[in-house]
């Protein structure tokens, strides 16, 4: 075809899909925060960026490709409405069948106005205009609807698309760093909002809020359907898709959502003749980025509400709630949904009339279980919804979630062709039945995350909550399927999967007929077993073997040493042992890291904190015994270590991954970046994850790190959507969390907000049973846990690495500057001593804030402990938990988490420090008093 052909089809192409009126032009216009673009003909948003900045919010640069009906943009409206005598509801869509727009005359204020009517149905009972408004240097959008019928009409539906730049389809890393942004929903009615943050992390917010003066609430967040072109790829994994802010979700919740119980109670407006409805969305800028973003709700007149330790709250320990009051806006009443979830207690505002704060402790009750939510009524008549979601006290929960895995989940066919017994194995709760086949093959096959996430979650618990059964149930499987069957024995590659479809090879297994075995991902033989090349199965099995390295070390009776011979008869190894496992972790890092094969090993894989635990031990081994090869062995690591770090550190975007983007390559960048003193590699790589873990209200969103496509490789429901607490959420806030750490004083009460909302967002994924889910659905046609276990084992890994509990100074007006607990009761003085009870999940961690320090044991629990403010030390009560195998000792680690203090263990009388660390002798339930001082 000759060049001329070819430029004439692209225009005609062009053209023909310029259903917006590109070819008309834009209008360019500017506010004192911002600098936007309109399109003159639909009067949809083009563009939206800061003033003065090159930084746009909305995909200007793809909206040629994005110019088609039926494509959402910021200026469109969704209704249903139907007569009052009907039972039907009519669908109404901006977007379906676009014609130009007629502009209106202007208010005082008003950027651009339009009636809608030549693009809806002329049919159409409601007249619908359009304004887009300045109000104080923001900008604001405003619908409204008026009945022009002769009966009432009733709005069963009204929302707002919301199109921002989160398309990464054709986008190199860099690009999608410097251009594209991500947004997330504080679903909470006249109180909500979204933010919308740059990837990179920094830079201004985007907040769209209720315009004032109009009738907002935001009701739900809808998933938009789109048709997919293969020039951005929507609904996607590099393309997510769009969803719209609900004002009105009646009609939804009637027909589409009827079986599902929604965020927010689902409402409609009914119109009488002639009457109107108005409603709009304000853009403002927290201009000092996501720390920012609740002092400017505050100056935008939005109630802000902020609960510790968070919104996963579990029966046994009460949280507190702050809500930092708008003027105007004084609380009428507080109501629990279901009615006895939550009980509320509440505390007297604080006397700062600039600061009006009303605090609140929230008690579960006893029999809670699940989603539960307040709804704060002001006396203005608006409501705000504040989401939690109830768990079974930490211990009993992560209990519960061990017996599941070695009882419903333990796979023990000792005729399994494929070698599989005994394993834990992936579970479908949904049909209470073992996944023994799934065309992903890896799912039933003990590799990959969806794959090995049970047995991983199971072998961790080990580590921070044994119990002598499930240890027993774990080493024959380690023996037998992971060491040699999941591991190629003696050569330590990770197989791709152990089962697969190949009928040919193995021809008296009878293969599901009702399982499509066509697809890419139904591997034969040869490309399962054979392949030992996915860097990121790595870490799960290295994860394993260190678990039962720490249970070998603190309770050695609870391990076994058995001498297995190799295929030829030739070789011997004692396997089991804490030296055994430790080797092992070690040996199969090694493999990963130094095969040129194995792909992926030069990135950030999830999970690989768990690397650094094994880094630590090894060079403690070699600490206490100079004649071992430990010493060598921790050199070899950390050397391999420093070469990822290395590569990383002249990478503008280190964050690579198998996906076009990513949010699992951060925790190993950040882990290693900051051993190795990388810090602005470390600092750019905390931001990223600032960018994609919010902080919000509610439970689901909560440290929720974007995840969007993993059901597709491991959940039961298959699709592309926004996942909650994903194993995203445990990994990332391991790089908040010791981020929030290591800051200065003041300490960034951020950081810790988002990170313990991740860490906790594991805790919601396991059911009363102790079945944990891959993660939520969050489609309001949905709402509900995955029916798989899938890949939640990385999120639980999370959990166990990070979980503490934390006593923190913190200086916002909600708490009143003084000392709070994440993770424990609330603080108690008693003259110069703080007091709290440790409730974490696994009670071997706590973070003394006042003094920047740490203390981790390797076993038994922290029962409580106590910061005393006049001598600038700390107690420590240790005990066994009643039902747990009784360790003889505990280790005790000290660390500044500011790495300038030195600590020292004072107490008990005549302790003293091995190469190990500080050994205390345990007293079985009864507790032993630890006291740490500055040396």
Known sequence: MPLWAVVLLTVSLAVAQDQLGLQNGLLNLSMANFDLQIVRDSQTLASLRPAGSPFDFLPLDYLPMRARNGQYHWGDITLRYRAVNSADWVDVDSSAARKKVSSTSSRPGSLAASSLASTLAASLPLNISREWIEVQGDLGLRFTVTNTAKTAIEIGSLGFPAEFNSIFTGRSAEQIQAKCSLTDPYIGMYGGYLRVTPVRGTGPVLLVTRLPGTDT?????????????????????????????????????????????????????????GQSLTVGLLFSLAKGGVRDIDKTLVGLGIPVAVSVPGYVIPRDAPSQLSIRLAPGWPISSIESHPPDALQISLASPSNNKDMPVQRLEIVPSANAFGRAWLTVVYSSNYTQTVHYYITAPNTQSVSSLGSFLTTHQLFNDAADPFHRAPSVITYDYETRRQVTQDPRVWIAGLSDEAGAGSFLAACMKQAFLPSAPEIAILQDFIHNVLWGQIQQRWDYGVRKSIFY??????????????????????????????????????????????????????????????????????????????????????????????????????????????????????????????????AAKAKRFEDEMRKRAQGWNRQSVPFGSEMAWDSTGQEGVWYWSRYFGFNGTAVKTLNTVLGYAPTVPHWGWNGNARRYWDSVYGGKLQRIERQIHHYGSGLNALVLLSAFRASTDPADMYLLRAGYGGLTGALSSINQEGFASASFHSWPDTLKWDGYSGDYGPNFVGLALGSATYMVQDDNEHFGGGLVAYGGSPVVWEGAVATVQARDAFQRRVVVGPLKLMVTIDAGVIDSFGYDSAKGSVYLNLLQLNGVPAAKSAVVWLESTVGSDRFVVSQPRGLVQTRMGWQVQLNGTAPVTVVVERA
């Open 217 to 273: 609430p935001f009701e739900a967040w809808r998933n938009l359907h789109e048709t997919s072109y293969s020039d951005t790829g929507y609904g996607s994994q590099t393309f997510e898709g769009y969803y719209e802010w609900q004002v009105l979700t009646k009609a939804w919740a009637s027909k589409e959502w009827a079986s599902v119980e929604p965020w927010n109670p689902p409402s409609s407006q009914t119109l009488q003749p």
């Open 501 to 630: 479809h190949d009928p040919a090879q193995v021809p008296d297994y009878q293969y599901d007929k009702g399982i499509f075995w066509g697809n890419w991902w139904s591997w034969n033989k040869k490309d399962s077993l054979e392949q030992v090349n996915r860097a990121y199965n790595y870490v799960h099995v290295a994860a394993a073997y260190w678990a039962f390295y720490r249970v070998g070390r603190a309770y050695p009776d609870l391990v076994t040493v058995e001498v297995v011979v190799d295929d030829d008869g030739g070789d011997k190894m004692e396997v089991g042992g804490w030296a055994w496992y430790l080797s092992q972790a070690y040996e199969t890092v090694m493999k990963c890291a130094t095969d040129p094969g194995v792909w992926y090993s030069r990135e950030g894989l999830m999970g690989e904190t768990v690397f650094g635990e094994i880094l630590q031990d090894l060079k403690r081994e070699a600490a206490n015994d100079t004649t071992a090869d430990w």
